[in-house]
C-alpha cells in the first residue's frame, strides 16, 4: 500500500515534468551536465537516449527536474551580497558551456550575472551528490540485538535477550510500539534526497548494535528525514511514521515497574510473586517469556515456577508447553510443582498418567517418562 503510494507520487511529478518540458519547448536529453560541490564531482554524460554517470544509468526523473529549475522563473538582479554556491553545474554542450551556481538556502540560482529567485525552500532538495540520480529507492537500516534510542528528553538502551529489555534491567520497552518501529526500519522506500538546509526541528538518534548512528528529523515540508552514517545529506521518507517527535512514555510498557520487580532475584519472593499474579490476566508476551525463564532457571523458588506455569499454560503453544515439560522432567523442580504441571498438562492430554501421593521414586520416574515420550508425539503433530 505505502510502496504504491510513493510510486504514484514519483509518477505524478514525472507526469508534471512532461508536460512542463513539453509546453516550454526545454530541450530534454540534448546536454551534458557535470556538478560540482563540496561533497561529490560528477558529470551527466548522454549516451543514446540516456544519461549515465561513468557506467550507471541515472535517474531520469531528477534529470528532467533540475531540466525544469534551469528554465523556470524570471531572472532578476541578483542581491549585493551572496556566500559561494553550494553546488556549481555547468551544462556543456560541444561549442558552448552555461555556468549555474546554486544557492539553495538562499533560494537562488545564478547564472550569466542574473539571478533567478525560487519559492521558499525550492532548492534544498537540488543534487548535491551522484547519489540523487544512482541512490537505491529502498533502505533499511539494520537492527537485530541492541538499539539505543536518544532524543533531546530521554536515551533508552535496549537489547534482545530472550525479550527486550534496556541493558540495565530497569526498563522494559513497550514492545508492540518497538516492533512496529524496528518492522518499519527494516525496509522503507525513499521519496527524496536533502541537503542538510531542510531540517526543520526535532531530533531523534537511532543507534545499532555496531554502534552506528542514524539521524532523524523533521523537514520543511512536514515529512521525515533520516541522515544516514557519514552521509551529508537527508533521505525523505514516509515510510518511518513512529519517527515523529515521540515523548518517553511511549517507548516504555505500562507494566515496566512490575516486569523489572519480577526478574530481579534480589526483590522479595513475595512481591515477585504477586506482580507475576497480577500480570496473568493481561496475556503479555513479555510475560510469558519470562515465566519460560523462571522455570527453567535452577535457582527459582518453587512458588514462583508454579506461578509461571500457571502463566503458559494459559497460551499453550510448542514453546510454553515445552518449557512446561522441561519443568516437570527436570530434577530441580519438586514434587508439589511436578503434579502442579501435570494438571496443566492434562488439559491438553486428558488421558495422561498422574503421581499419586503414595508412588515412590520409580512410579514418578515412569510417570514423567511417559510425559516426555508423549511430549516427543505431540510436538511432531
Known amino acids: 500500500m505505502f510502496a504504491a503510494t510513493c510510486l504514484s507520487r514519483r509518477k505524478q511529478g514525472q507526469w508534471l515534468l512532461a508536460l512542463f518540458l513539453f509546453f516550454f519547448s526545454v530541450p530534454s536529453l540534448s546536454k551534458d551536465y557535470r556538478f560540482v560541490s563540496a561533497l561529490d564531482q560528477f558529470t551527466l554524460s548522454l549516451t543514446g537516449d540516456h544519461y549515465f554517470i561513468e557506467d550507471q544509468k541515472a535517474d531520469s526523473y531528477e534529470i528532467q527536474r533540475i531540466q525544469m529549475l534551469f528554465r523556470s522563473g524570471n531572472k532578476t538582479k541578483c542581491p549585493d551580497k551572496l556566500p559561494n554556491p553550494q553546488v556549481v553545474v555547468f551544462e556543456e554542450e560541444p561549442e558552448s558551456q552555461t555556468r549555474f551556481e546554486l544557492f539553495p538556502k538562499e533560494n537562488i540560482m545564478r547564472s550569466g550575472g542574473r539571478c533567478q529567485i525560487y519559492r521558499d525552500r525550492e532548492l534544498l532538495n537540488f543534487p548535491l551528490h551522484r547519489v540523487w540520480f544512482l541512490g537505491s529507492q529502498k533502505l533499511s537500516i539494520p537492527i537485530r540485538k541492541k538499539?539505543?534510542?536518544?532524543?533531546?528528553?530521554?536515551?533508552?538502551?535496549?537489547?534482545?535477550?530472550?525479550?527486550?529489555?534496556?541493558?540495565?534491567?530497569?526498563?522494559?520497552?513497550?514492545?508492540?510500539?518497538?516492533?512496529?518501529?524496528?518492522?518499519?526500519?527494516?525496509?522503507?522506500?525513499?521519496?527524496?534526497?536533502?541537503?542538510?538546509?531542510?531540517i526543520k526541528s526535532w531530533h531523534l538518534t537511532v543507534?545499532?548494535?555496531?554502534?552506528?548512528?542514524?539521524?532523524?528529523?523533521?523537514?520543511?515540508?512536514g515529512k521525515i528525514g533520516v541522515q544516514?552514517?557519514?552521509?551529508?545529506?537527508?533521505?525523505?521518507?514516509?515510510?518511518?511514521?513512529?519517527?515523529?517527535?515521540?515523548?518517553?512514555?511511549?517507548?516504555?510498557?505500562?507494566?515496566?515497574?512490575?516486569?523489572?520487580?519480577?526478574?530481579?532475584?534480589?526483590?522479595?519472593?513475595?512481591?515477585?510473586?504477586?506482580r507475576l499474579r497480577n500480570l496473568k490476566r493481561h496475556g503479555l508476551k513479555e510475560v510469558e517469556i519470562i515465566s519460560r525463564s523462571i522455570l527453567s532457571d535452577k535457582s527459582s523458588n518453587q512458588v514462583l515456577m508454579m506461578e509461571a506455569s500457571d502463566i503458559l499454560i494459559k497460551n499453550s503453544t510448542l514453546t510454553n508447553l515445552k518449557a512446561l515439560v522441561d519443568s516437570l522432567v527436570s530434577k530441580h523442580s519438586d514434587l508439589v510443582l511436578k503434579k502442579r504441571v501435570i494438571r496443566h498438562l492434562r488439559s491438553i492430554h486428558p488421558a495422561g498418567e498422574t503421581i499419586s501421593n503414595r508412588a515412590n521414586s520409580m512410579e514418578i520416574e515412569k510417570v514423567l517418562r511417559s510425559w516426555k515420550n508423549w511430549w516427543n508425539t505431540y510436538k511432531d503433530q
Open 207 to 221: 543507534k545499532n548494535e555496531k554502534g552506528r548512528s542514524y539521524q532523524f528529523y523533521e523537514l520543511y515540508n
Open 147 to 198: 538499539i539505543q534510542i536518544i532524543a533531546d528528553e530521554y536515551q533508552f538502551h535496549f537489547h534482545f535477550n530472550k525479550l527486550w529489555r534496556s541493558v540495565d534491567d530497569t526498563v522494559f520497552p513497550n514492545t508492540a510500539f518497538l516492533k512496529v518501529f524496528l518492522r518499519e526500519l527494516s525496509s522503507f522506500n525513499v521519496v527524496g534526497r536533502w541537503g542538510m538546509d531542510a
Open 228 to 274: 544516514f552514517p557519514g552521509k551529508q545529506w537527508l533521505v525523505e521518507t514516509t515510510g518511518i511514521h513512529v519517527a515523529r517527535n515521540i515523548p518517553q512514555k511511549k517507548w516504555i510498557s505500562p507494566f515496566s515497574g512490575d516486569l523489572r520487580v519480577i526478574v530481579n532475584e534480589k526483590a522479595p519472593l513475595s512481591e515477585r510473586v504477586r
